[in-house]
């Protein structure tokens, strides 16, 4: 097939000989994206979950400003900076008690990479052969070879199937089958070989939205302990207060061996990730042998200006944005309440600020028709939304208000009278 499009450009997870033209955007403010053509469109996904505060928060934009005036890039080996002083030191103060070093990168992908890494390396540096990842069916951690290997198989990476390693996968700990997915984690640990179990925490979200009980995650995380299994705690999606919580672990009570951060870091500005670790990670690392270094950098590691557009984030956090988070999961919480009721849905469900309803439909599943269907209504009604299959969910920027919730739910009844 060949294209008839204007533009050169390869959009992501777009397949193009069945979209339109790609919906320009001019300007973003608070919720709300604005188009080329003059619509105002309510963003209730934050942009792929990215959005905290709202597009463009005008203390994030000052503090890229100042720093970009100051020094915009530099080789963070051998070299360091303010901006990733500041955040590094913030960050352990905020995340669960017990991390003790922070290593910078660029996305969420490439900090589930590193921490992969950092720990394949724990092992092979204090001699130990464990290779073996865990994990949960269902998962997403990113698009990368490694990334893939760890997530869902599927139609997604059928494709590069060859080149992904081999993993143990648990089920995923459905309401009542809890019982199962811990039996089968405490099997996997027993393996000689585990290395490290790696998880989305309280909420699996590519792979739908699904969610999933704080003790579970607790009990989880205590049986790694008993093997002495390395606990990855992937807050890509969960963190910076989308669970409720600054981070989902904050409610199992539980501290991982390795969290990654990436998504809300900047509120939603610029890409920058964060992978933390123990100490005795970083210390299995830490010789006078040079082969024993952490061999892990990217060109645009801990750039100054995604530093300092973090470090605006955080100090954002400190002046009433849990509050926020508090206010919208309530606000969400009342506008569901209607649809828990409806049979037109079901598996009606919410963790903190997001909401996820899966529409009863004949098409259904990611690759079946009423997704983009879903989608293109929503855009007809101005709004930004992404269902993934049959599963509408509603993620916003926690400046979202009330009258602009009541229209996005308005807009997902209605589709379900037109779709379903
Ligand atoms: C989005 C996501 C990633 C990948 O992050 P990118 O910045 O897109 O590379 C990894 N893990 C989870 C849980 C995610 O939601």
Request: hydrophobic share 45%.
């Amino acid at each position: 097939m060949t294209s008839p499009r204007k533009s050169p450009i390869w959009h992501p997870f777009t397949q193009h000989a069945l979209h339109g033209e790609m919906t320009r955007i001019v300007r973003g403010e608070g919720a709300y994206l604005y188009t080329a053509d003059d619509r105002r469109i309510i963003d209730a996904i934050a942009s792929w979950w990215v959005v905290t505060h709202g597009h463009c928060h005008p203390h994030i934009v000052r503090a890229i400003q100042e720093q970009a005036e100051q020094l915009n890039q530099i080789i963070f080996a051998g070299h360091t900076h303010d901006p990733a002083e500041a955040v590094a030191a913030q960050l352990l103060k905020l995340a669960p008690e017990g991390l003790d070093y922070v290593f910078f990168s660029d996305s969420g992908s490439t900090s589930v990479e590193v921490a992969l890494k950092m720990a394949l390396g724990y092992w092979h540096n204090i001699g130990v052969p464990r290779t073996r990842i865990i994990v949960m069916e269902h998962s997403y951690h990113g698009d990368t070879v490694g990334t893939m290997s760890v997530g869902a198989r599927g139609v997604f990476n059928r494709a590069y199937e060859p080149l992904l390693f081999d993993v143990a996968s648990i089920p995923f700990p459905a309401a009542g089958h809890e019982q199962a997915t811990l039996d089968a984690l405490e099997a996997a640990c027993k393996e000689q070989t585990a290395a490290a179990f790696i998880v989305e925490p309280l909420i699996l979200g590519a792979g739908g939205m699904l969610m999933y009980s704080p003790w579970v995650l607790a009990e989880m995380k205590r049986i790694c302990e008993a093997a002495n299994v390395l606990f990855i705690a992937d807050e890509v999606m969960t963190g910076w207060g989308r669970t409720g919580t600054l981070f989902a672990c904050e409610q199992a009570g539980i501290t991982p061996d390795i969290a990654c951060y990436s998504k809300g870091l900047t509120g939603g500005s610029l890409p920058l990730a964060v992978t933390l670790c123990r100490a005795d990670i970083y210390d299995a690392h830490y010789s006078s042998d040079r082969a024993r270094m952490f061999f892990h950098s990217s060109s645009y590691t801990a750039n100054p200006v995604a530093c300092a557009a973090a470090k605006a984030n955080l100090e954002l956090w400190q002046h009433g944005t849990g509050e926020r988070v508090t206010s919208l999961a309530a606000m969400q919480e009342r506008m569901l309440a209607p649809f828990r009721t409806d049979a037109r849905f079901e598996s009606v469900r919410r963790t903190g600020t997001i909401t996820a309803l899966d529409l009863k439909a004949s098409d259904a599943g990611y690759l079946g028709g009423i997704g983009p269907k879903l989608q293109a209504f929503f855009e007809r009604r101005n709004l930004l939304l992404r269902p993934l299959g049959n599963t509408i969910y509603v993620m916003p920027p926690y400046c979202l208000t009330e009258a602009d919730l009541v229209e996005i739910y308005a807009a997902i009844s209605d589709a379900a009278d037109e779709l379903a």
